[in-house]
């Protein structure tokens, strides 16, 4: 969707290119990467973590990209978060690219400060399930995968599981999209390496089980060209879908308007003994490293 809107906006620019005198051209020194966008975006700081380069903001819909959601954004100019403080209302520019996306510009604007964070919305409650630390044997679940099927977690014994979380319909790319085309370069590189082990298996959740049925899940894993041998897509029960994000880390709120899902990241590896090796936070991670795990927990032993 994203390249067609793409797409869409080079047709427009190209027309618009066209009706110009050739002398009103700008030169070459502001030609923009031919996949990056910009917007100019409205909203109200919720976190400051200066340390991280990130700051967590509530933003309002940006219309033909992302409706309004409260996420983290990289904040590559560190002294823009100068003299913010949670609840500012801010006007940012946001950038992104086919893999990358940021802010800079960071404006306090003179609306009326917040004094209580935002409400959330639909929060479930789920309170029957542990925390899973490293080395505790992984709990079962069942889902169902891209092509309709039930499945349970157990099935993967024998193998290095490693799993993540999504929803199909998140544009940013350096959230979902980051963690499929992660996990495509670890299924790319496993598949190549020669002496690579063939008991592992990657499995991507979605926690938007309403929109993302199994077929949409189909349509979305071919565009990932996922070997469906070693890299599976499921949805399940919404119960249980929150009760192992819980159990990993992994939270998740609708929004209000019910299109956003604001959401963090966990990536997890579960050894071929079933026993969880590693919890791995947010996007800070390389497909390099997960193919180092992956190889690890296919030898594990008992
Ligand atoms: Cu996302």
């Not at 340390?51 to 309002?60: G, L, N, P, T």
């Not at 899973?132 to 099935?155: C, H, I, W």
């Not at 499929?180 to 598949?191: K, W, Y």
């Not at 990993?248 to 966990?266: Q, W």
């Amino acid at each position: 969707m994203l390249r067609t809107l793409l797409l869409l906006m080079a047709i427009t620019c190209v027309s618009c290119a066209q009706q110009s005198p050739p002398a009103a051209q700008p030169a070459a020194e502001i030609t923009p990467q031919p996949t990056q966008q910009v917007f100019q975006v409205k909203g109200t700081i919720v976190e400051l973590t200066p340390a991280e380069k990130s700051v967590r903001i509530q933003h309002e819909e940006i219309p033909g990209y992302m409706p309004a959601m409260t996420m983290p954004f990289e904040v590559r100019d560190t002294n823009e978060l100068a003299g913010l403080e949670i609840g500012d209302a801010v006007t940012f520019r946001m950038t992104v690219t086919e893999n990358d996306g940021w802010i800079d510009q960071l404006k306090k604007v003179s609306a009326p400060r917040i004094t209580a964070l935002p409400k959330v919305p639909g929060l479930r409650f789920v309170r029957d399930v542990e925390p899973l630390n490293v080395g505790d044997a992984m709990t079962d679940y069942r889902f169902t995968n891209q092509l309709g099927q039930p499945f349970k977690l157990s099935e993967f014994r024998g193998q290095a599981l490693a799993f993540t979380f999504v929803f199909t319909r998140c544009p940013y790319p350096t959230f979902c999209p980051l963690m499929s085309n992660n996990f495509r370069q670890v299924q790319d590189a496993l598949l190549k390496q020669p002496n690579a082990p063939t008991n592992w298996h990657l499995l991507t959740l979605s926690f938007d089980p309403d929109w993302d049925s199994p077929a949409r899940l189909k349509a979305y894993a071919e565009g990932m060209r996922h070997d469906p041998k070693h890299w599976t897509f499921a949805t399940g029960d919404l119960t249980d879908i929150t009760a192992i994000a819980e159990q990993v880390g992994e939270v998740f709120v609708r929004d209000a308007d019910g299109t956003g899902i604001s959401h963090n990241l966990r990536t997890v590896v579960v050894d071929a003994q079933g026993r969880v090796q590693k919890i791995i936070a947010e996007n800070k991670w390389t497909p390099e490293e997960l193919v180092a795990e992956l190889r690890r927990a296919a030898a594990a032993k008992p």
